[in-house]
């Protein structure tokens, strides 16, 4: 055998090394919530597909009620104004889109595949969670979105590619906030997406909403 020839010394412990990496995969237990550890990137976990179906036609508006005419009789006395309602917080609607991108990560290989087992409109409601939870953290940095639930406090509404969330809630910190939300996907990726975050959800309700704390560690 001539030098050139000689195993490199160095051969024996890389292939130790990569049999040990490969069996650690083929033996490692249920996949875990699915997290990209970028520093960019907000770690994801997609949400159980809910057993009844989704598919719940947007109502269109109603047509507003004529005006009502004024009393004939100037000695009428007119009802006090009612006190205004509290002010939802306003809608923020986004201009870039991330949840292509976070999937799109070679890390993100066991979202993508979980992802291919759902029906088309579940893949819509999971692409609008993963949209959900970044678009939330970009908007307030101290907001660490882990997991949203689209349907936690009402049904959601699907309309072709489009859903409404007007009852979601997401966790951060092992805590859970209200948030309403309005997505549109187009060929796979997420075109449209409005949201407002609302107040934090009392534990007392959880229970309620079938809402989980979360490990400690999260």
Partial sequence: MTPAAKLNP??????????????????SPRPQPFKLPAEDVVPIELVAPRPEPADIPLPRQPDAPAAALA?????A?????????????AMVE????????????????????ALATFAPSERTIQLCNIEAMEQIRRWKAELRPDLVVPYATSNLRMDSNSIQADG???????????????????????????????ETIPETKWAEYNLVAGDPED
Avoid: N
């Fill in 168 to 198: 979601a809630a997401f966790r951060s910190a092992r805590r859970w906030y209200g948030v309403k939300f309005t997505c549109a996907v187009t060929d796979g990726a997420v075109t449209a997406f409005t949201f407002s975050v609302g």
């Fill in 94 to 113: 986004a201009h870039s889109f991330y949840a292509a991108k976070l999937l799109a990560d070679p890390r993100s290989r066991r979202a993508r595949a």
């Fill in 77 to 89: 006395v007119m009802p006090r104004p009612e006190a205004p309602a509290a002010q939802r917080p």
């Fill in 10 to 27: 160095s051969w024996p412990a890389s292939l130790a090394l990569h049999a040990l990496l490969l069996a650690a995969i083929v033996l």
């Fill in 71 to 75: 009393p004939a009789r100037s000695t």
